[in-house]
């Protein structure tokens, strides 16, 4: 099921990418594999995904301690200090960077680790009640600032989560806002190339306004069985 779910997504992928002229090449799946099973990792692995994501600090050391460096792991949710000291040893990516103390965190870790971390700074891009991302300009700005002076980091780019609607119009906004606050950021001198944005209910939205990052979870694995009682998984620490 896995591999079938991975070839008929690689094809929306690529008539989208075809319908707006863009190469797909530079576009990384990032397949969500949170809550699911080693064996659904490897599954995926054998069909050529090289990327996983993760959002939960022990279930993510877990899996790391099975697979190790063999794919690359991006850990996308929401990130506590205290749990810095086990994501840093394994991610290749951290995508919910969303403060000065968090990076500084980050940063410690990394150079302890002899690393040089890779960073996506997550931004708040819609107005609706949730912990993670920055959230205006200004911080967006000084966090950036932050962390390009951090020797053990490299920003990559920026990340966001489109509200959960069905209203096609406000989840292009968001997108399109962190493309904007990316190039924005760029012409101050920042080099940012990626745009982490794009879930499997409008990834395809997200190639349109620009995403370099898909992470996709229900559409390579299914239907997520465990949850979190009162949270919103995608959203959990
Ligand atoms: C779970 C999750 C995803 C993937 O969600 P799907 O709807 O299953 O594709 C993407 N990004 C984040 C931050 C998540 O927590």
């Not at 906004?173 to 990316?182: A, P, Y």
Request: with cysteine; hydrophobic share 35%; proline share 1%.
């Amino acid at each position: 099921m896995i591999a079938e779910n991975i070839k008929s997504l690689r094809q929306r992928i690529e008539s989208k990418c075809f319908e707006v002229k863009r190469n797909s090449s530079g576009i990384k799946l990032i397949a969500v594999s949170k809550t699911h099973s080693v064996d659904f990792i490897s599954e995926a692995f054998k069909e050529g995904i090289s990327d996983f994501g993760e959002n939960k600090a022990q279930e993510f050391s877990a899996k790391y301690s099975r697979l190790g460096d063999k794919v690359t792991w991006h850990f996308i949710g929401h990130l506590q200090r205290n749990k810095v000291r086990y994501v840093v040893p394994a991610a290749g990516f951290i995508h919910s960077v969303d403060s000065i103390q968090l990076a500084s965190e980050i940063n410690k870790y990394a150079a302890d680790n002899n690393k040089i971390q890779k960073i996506l700074l997550q931004v708040k891009t819609s107005y609706e009640e949730s912990k993670s991302g920055v959230g205006n300009v200004e911080e967006l700005l000084e966090l950036a600032r932050f962390c390009e002076d951090c020797a053990n980091i490299e920003s990559a780019g920026l990340m966001t989560i489109a509200p959960l609607t069905d209203d096609i119009t406000i989840i292009r906004q968001s997108f399109r806002q962190l493309r904007k606050l990316r190039d924005n950021l760029n012409s101050k001198g920042f080099n940012l190339k990626e745009l982490s944005m794009g879930m499997t209910s409008d990834f395809e939205i997200a190639i349109e306004e620009g995403a370099t990052m898909l992470r996709i979870g229900s559409a390579i694995f299914g239907e997520r069985t465990r949850q979190i009682p009162g949270t919103k998984d995608r959203e959990a620490s």
